[in-house]
């Protein structure tokens, strides 16, 4: 799958097969007669349709690993255990994501857990070296078509995957290698300097360190709030994206009373429309800089929130790696960025995100992300589009913070949100005293 | 200057050929088989020379002549050409327009063919310069004056003591540029016709080429009398009996431009022996393509040969004639040629490509106007190849304005006209290309294809069609079905159906005027808005953007001025967009224009074009 894409193929094995932190989980509650054998059998079809998921790895030194992609054709094997009560399956899938990933097997697995004979959990786990978020909401989307194709149902035909990952990173690699690769480069002479620590960690991160499990706390958001953001984000000619991520800046300025605040983004990155039915790992991360004037109002917020984005949206594709080996920055001052990240996916289109999947003859609902998992963000706000509305998802590493921080910002996040709908001018200065 | 005959190669030529086989015919008309001997040509070119010196004009002088297209007219051609400079003159011109152009020339004498007619003494009347009628009965020649100017012998000369032969270039509104020819160079000019095609004193000329166009006057009529061989005038064509006359009067061959190849050809007559004495069809003064030369060789059952020229130079090649050795394109006939390579540099090597420059007898002094004119020749070229270094004019290398690749075997292809290639939004493209493919539609007959000036890009790219009998093709069949032989660049954006192709004097396509000439027809057939109110894209840059604006929003219903953003474009949305568009075009936009500035495709469209032709800022933002 990467033969262009030199330094994946010889990859350190704790980086690939890490739990936790290189676990993307697909987690689904089915109420009603599930038919197994369907379910196994639309497993199969996926990672026949998807060529990273058929990606193993071949020892090729003491901590080396070499990619090879199987042919079409592989077996996922499904395990079923019998558990009693919905907190035993937690634990049991929590200690799934934990584990290492084996090197011998398929860079996903997939675990069912009966809780009754009409209630069940599915987990699918999947590698994150073959997998971002885009792609899980892909292999939902399959997977639902194929169990519904296998239970009888008369279904739509899947859209074709055009570009295989090898592709993509030929495309890409092409890309960097001519005039895009320049302006990256830079942008990155400029923006390397920039990087800093949010300030909210009391104790700097030793580097290297085992990431500590995550905590998560929900932020709401009232529908008519969330109308009032969209108008605001219209007439300043930015987008919801950009609404959303200025009151971050905002809560960020609230707690440490910092000017210059740096966030960390993740885009789909799916800038070639040949990609947008490849399962794959193409997500990237931007480092979105604002410098707030003294005494700011929301609106000061979101017009140097808008520039920026744009500034960043621009150079999204300059991978990671890219980044960590860029002149002037490190794996440490790249993470030191990283403290705090927006995370506001776009989804494929035809799939439907994070919302229930139509399985024949079930109810099937799509959990959210589960706490305990590591992450490589000390602080990360999801916010998902739902039909009704937005939803909002604050995740946290545990004992980096006190959790009456992180209960603050969520607060003030949600008090902002109505201020804002308000009076888009409200300054932020009233919000400051919520920390002291 | 002193000795008259030493100006005059062109005269001891007919001299040479009176003397030795002087009841020969040399010119000839339809139904008159005895023509004009070159005997009595000699004494008639003769007798106009005695009478220009007799009205003042001294060698050096400029004379125009207003040619008939009869026999007495070429002979009185002959003659001025022989006594003074010769400056032809399109009795269809306006008056204003000639009577600009004499003085401009500050000709020396106007001299009326009799067979030109009242309307181009008109034309004269208001000219500085005297005007005669010279008239011919028998070896004689009577003067009549008609009117008024200063006396000839005040006259300027020109630049150039050898002046023979002065050209307007073709041109359909604007006056051209005045090309100057010595002698010499006219002789040279002709001999490489006579040398291309083996013309002996057997060989007879089909002529339907006006005598003040340099095929005409240098590639018919003196190209004919080199080797002693004869011509017919057969002016103003009507293609139906065009070839029963060139039949009936034994010619040998015949040459015409594409547009009157294309008319003749459905007329070849079928009732009698064809092709009786004619050996081969030539074809020049404009791009020959592959499917008017097989309708041509099989309309006519006879070798067709393209030849290129200019009045600069007049014929500086042609493909070769079936026996001769074959070639993949052109064969250089009367000049050196080569091509001038991106940086400045003439090459002659095989597979170079860049604009076509010639150099050798053939080739003009310079243009004698307009004042100020960027000279033609090679600015301190170095021909590398034959080791000469650069002198006044460029080791005088001309500049065709053509482009072209040199071949291996010798001989080149034109690949493109620079004049006439058209920047859509700083894409060149070539006419040559998008007419080919146009032909190749088979309810096509004629097509042309030319620039539109447009305020945003330059130029738009028109095309003007005329169809077979009774064929229909509708606009978005054509596009379509250029769709997938074109990039969408070099598929038209405006066709107008005609009758016929308008072509300037000479019978040659300007691609280069077409839009000011069809004006008003271009006007009529602007397409405004789409049905449903929304703003077509109107250049092919901006149907491409919007190509891509549709694959990216999935939805067909977009204006070129609506808002990229209240089409529902996202960020996501506008990423891939502009991945593609950077991508396909190589064009970097950035996010921050996308929302901000270029938010519609008209202003994408624009910025593209801009940043295409833009080559010193390279394909950043």
């Known amino acids: 799958m990467t033969e262009s894409d030199k330094h994946r193929l010889l990859v350190p094995d704790d980086k690939v097969l890490a739990g936790g932190l290189m676990s993307v989980p697909i987690i689904y509650r089915f109420r009603g007669p599930l038919d197994r054998a369907a379910l196994s059998r639309a497993l199969d079809r996926v990672v026949d349709r998807h060529e990273a998921l058929r990606i193993t790895y071949e020892r090729a030194g003491l901590r080396r690993l070499r990619e090879h992609v199987l042919p079409p054709g592989v077996h996922l094997p499904l395990s079923e255990s019998v558990v009693s009560e919905p907190d035993e399956a937690e634990r049991l899938m929590a200690a799934r994501m934990a584990e290492m990933f084996d090197p011998d097997g ?331 | 200057m002193s000795n008259p005959d030493a100006g005059s190669p062109v005269l001891a030529v007919i001299e040479r050929h009176a003397r030795t086989r002087g009841d020969a015919p040399a010119i000839l008309v339809p139904g008159d088989p005895a023509g004009l001997s070159y005997r009595r040509l000699a004494g008639r070119v003769h007798a106009v020379r005695a009478a220009l010196t007799g009205l003042g004009v001294r060698p050096g002088h400029r004379v125009a002549v207003v040619p008939g297209e009869d026999a007495d007219s070429a002979a009185l051609l002959l003659g001025v050409l022989a006594a003074a400079a010769c400056c032809p003159v399109n009795p269809l011109w306006s008056a204003a327009e000639t009577q600009d152009y004499l003085d401009t020339l500050d000709v020396a004498l106007i001299v009326l063919a009799d067979g030109a007619g009242t309307a181009a003494a008109q034309q004269v009347a208001a000219a500085k310069a005297p005007a005669v009628t010279l008239r011919f009965t028998g070896e004689d020649v009577v003067v009549e004056e008609r009117g008024g100017g200063r006396p000839a012998e005040t006259a300027a000369t020109g630049p150039y003591p050898d002046e023979a032969l002065l050209l307007r270039t073709s041109g359909t509104t604007s006056i051209g540029k005045v090309v100057s020819l010595s002698a010499a160079g006219v002789v040279a000019a002709a001999q490489a016709t006579v040398d291309a095609y083996h013309l002996t004193d057997s060989d007879r000329r089909f002529n339907i080429m006006p005598f003040f166009h340099v095929q005409g006057l240098v590639g018919s009529l003196i190209a004919s009398l080199l080797p002693g061989g004869s011509i017919v005038c057969a002016p103003a064509p009507d293609p139906a009996t065009a070839l029963r006359h060139a039949l009936d009067s034994e010619a040998t061959w015949l040459s015409a431009t594409p547009t009157m190849h294309r008319l003749m050809v459905r007329h070849v007559p079928r009732d009698r022996e064809w092709p009786g004495p004619l050996r081969f069809v030539r074809c020049g003064s404009g791009a020959l393509t592959a499917g008017l030369r097989a309708e041509l060789e099989t309309g006519y059952g006879l070798p067709v040969v393209e030849s290129y020229g200019m009045s600069e130079a007049h014929q500086i090649a042609s493909t070769p004639l079936p026996g001769d050795p074959g070639a993949a394109g052109l064969v250089p006939t009367g000049s050196e040629v080569a091509v001038l390579e991106r940086h400045g540099q003439v090459s002659t090597a095989a597979d170079a490509s860049g604009e076509i420059v010639i150099r050798g007898a053939n080739v003009m002094h310079g243009y004698v106007w307009p004042p100020g004119l960027e000279s033609p020749f090679v600015r301190g070229g170095s021909a590398s190849d034959t080791g000469d270094t650069g002198d006044a004019q460029g080791a005088g290398w001309l500049r065709t304005g053509d482009l072209g690749r040199l071949l291996p075997d010798g001989s080149f292809l034109i690949t493109g006209r620079v004049k006439e290639m058209v920047n859509v939004g700083g894409e060149k493209v070539s006419p040559f290309e998008v007419e080919a493919a146009m032909l190749s539609h088979p309810a096509v007959a004629e097509a042309v294809a030319f620039g539109i000036p447009d305020p945003v890009r330059d130029e738009q790219l028109g095309a003007v069609l005329v169809l077979g009998p009774g064929a229909t093709l509708g606009d978005e069949e054509f596009r379509a079905y250029l769709g997938q032989r074109l990039a969408p660049v070099k598929v038209p954006r405006l066709f107008l159906r005609r009758a016929d192709i308008p072509v300037a004097e000479s019978g040659k396509i300007q691609r280069g005027s077409l839009a000011k000439v069809l004006a008003e027809e271009l006007t009529a057939a602007e397409p405004t808005a789409e049905p449903d109110g929304r703003t077509a894209p109107r250049t092919p840059v901006e149907a491409m953007v919007k190509g891509l604006w549709s694959l990216v929003l999935k939805r067909e219903d977009i204006g070129v001025d609506n808002d990229f953003m209240a089409l529902g474009g996202d960020s996501m949305a506008g990423m891939v967009l502009l991945s593609l568009v950077e991508d396909s075009l190589g064009v970097a936009i950035t996010p921050a224009e996308l929302f901000t500035d270029i938010t519609t495709i008209e202003a994408m469209a624009a910025a593209i074009g801009e940043r295409t032709s833009d080559t010193t800022r390279g394909a950043g933002r």
């Open chain 1, 106 to 436: 398929l860079p996903l697995t997939a675990d069912l857990y009966r809780l009754a004979d009409t209630e069940q959990l599915l987990l699918i786990n999947v590698n994150h070296r073959v997998t971002d978020a885009w792609s899980n909401a892909l292999i939902r989307r399959d997977l639902a078509r194929f169990y519904n194709a296998e239970t009888g149902v008369a279904t739509e035909p899947l859209p074709a995957v055009e570009w295989l990952p090898g592709d993509y990173y030929t495309w890409r690699d092409a890309r960097l290698a001519g005039e895009p690769g320049r302006r990256h480069a830079e942008y990155w002479d400029r923006q390397a300097p920039l990087l800093k620590w949010a300030g909210l960690r009391q104790r700097a991160e030793k580097f290297g360190e085992r990431r500590p499990p995550s905590r998560t706390v929900d932020i709401a958001f009232a529908p008519g709030d969330v109308a009032a953001l969209r108008e605001l984000a219209t007439a300043e000619r930015t987008t919801l994206y950009a609404a959303l991520l200025a009151l971050l800046y905002g809560v960020l300025h609230a707690a440490t009373e910092e000017l210059g605040l740096v966030v960390c983004s993740i885009h789909a990155n799916r800038i070639r429309p040949e990609a947008w039915n490849t399962v794959g790992q193409f997500a990237n991360l931007t480092y979105l800089r604002v410098d707030l004037p003294s005494e700011p109002t929301f609106r000061d917020v979101l017009r140097l929130t808008r520039t920026t984005s744009l500034d960043a949206m621009a150079h999204q594709e300059y991978p990671i790696f890219n980044v960590v080996t860029h002149p002037g920055t490190t794996p440490r001052t790249v993470s030191r960025a990283g403290e705090v990240a927006f995370n506001m996916l776009a989804t494929p289109p035809n799939a439907d995100g994070a919302a229930g999947t139509d399985f024949n003859g079930l109810e099937a609902v799509a959990l959210p992300f589960p706490a305990g998992v590591s992450s490589h963000f000390d602080l990360e706000l999801f916010i998902t589009p739902r039909p009704d509305g937005l939803n909002g998802v604050l995740r946290w590493a545990e004992g980096v913070y006190p959790p009456e921080l992180v209960s603050a910002m969520a607060d003030t996040y949600a008090s902002m949100v109505s201020a804002v709908a308000q009076d888009p001018d409200v300054a932020l200065s009233g919000f400051l005293k919520r920390f002291r």
